[in-house]
């Protein structure tokens, strides 16, 4: 069985997305192992939230390519989505797929021995792992031995409040909220799996459920996964102030599971910089809350 490593930056919901290709490289028969472990393969989920999140990106990519000169390298996430050609440029780099499913079948494609476009001249691994199935719920591995038994979940993705100072909307513009069964039936497999805290969150997580007049609320969905078997807590990501309805706060004054304090994002108390910052509120509005 050959190993394989995911390296992630950035975010809670890159590091729930993360997760969720170590699972489906596992369906694929893979071990996925931790950092340090010898690898056959190496995927880097990548963030390009500011200058600094690329560069440490660039570098990380180029630590594992000295580390392990042989092994191929694929790379995917959000700088992937603005600037894949100077990712492709990186030595060691097999691949880049900004969509994680074409990731995993370029990953299938290479291991069958059918090179990529990547033009790296990396020989391409051949051994009897599956091709990957969407379809197929993989199964989620549990907590590592000696590691916190918490784990994200991703219920929204996409953000399209387009703040000036933010690259988000441009690398991930498609509101896109989980279903309510699905996203339960996940948080089961979660708790099943030995993890005892959820840590709730998305790209944009107050627009949950608002792409549709019908939509189910964050409020509800929120409900329904505190009420998770086995679940001992529960958390929210950052949600911003002006999207935090009063059915939420009393729902979290109420619940045993859910923790009792929230992330509200302010960046800064000058209403002419939350101005220039296309924020829509002002610091009075902040305090109001």
């Known amino acids: 069985m050959k190993n394989a490593v995911v390296l992630t930056l950035g975010c809670k919901t890159n590091q729930y997305e993360g997760d969720v290709l170590r699972r489906r490289l596992a369906a694929m028969g893979y071990r996925v192992a931790a950092d340090g472990t010898v690898p056959d393969l190496v995927v880097v989920n990548t963030c390009t939230v500011t200058v600094r999140a690329d560069r440490k990106c660039r570098q990380l990519i180029r630590r594992t390519a000295r580390r392990h000169p042989h092994v191929p390298i694929y790379v995917t996430g959000c700088y992937v989505h603005r600037k894949a050609e100077e990712l492709v440029a990186l030595e060691g780099v097999a691949g880049v797929a900004a969509d994680k499913e074409e990731l995993l079948r370029m990953i299938s494609r290479n291991e069958h021995g059918t090179p990529s476009d990547g033009g790296t001249g990396i020989p391409a691994c051949r051994s009897p792992q599956k091709a990957p199935d969407r379809n197929v719920r993989p199964t989620i591995l549990s907590p590592e031995p000696g590691r916190r038994t918490r784990a994200f979940l991703k219920i929204q993705d996409g953000c399209d409040a387009f703040c000036s100072y933010c690259i988000v909307p441009y690398v991930r513009p498609t509101l896109r909220s989980e279903p309510i069964d699905r996203v339960l039936d996940e948080a089961r497999g979660l708790s099943d799996a ?41 958390r929210l990501s950052s949600i911003e102030h002006p999207e935090l309805p009063d059915d939420l706060i009393e729902l979290i004054a109420e619940s045993p599971v859910l923790c009792p304090h929230l992330h509200l994002p302010l960046q800064s108390g000058d209403d002419r910089v939350l101005a220039a910052m296309n924020r829509h509120y002002t610091a009075n509005d902040f305090l109001k809350t």
């Open 194 to 234: 030995g993890f005892r805290e959820i840590v709730v969150t998305g790209i944009h997580l107050g627009r949950y459920g608002t792409e549709s007049a019908d939509g189910p609320s964050l409020t509800e969905v929120v409900r329904r996964v505190a009420q998770t078997p086995g679940l001992a807590r529960l």
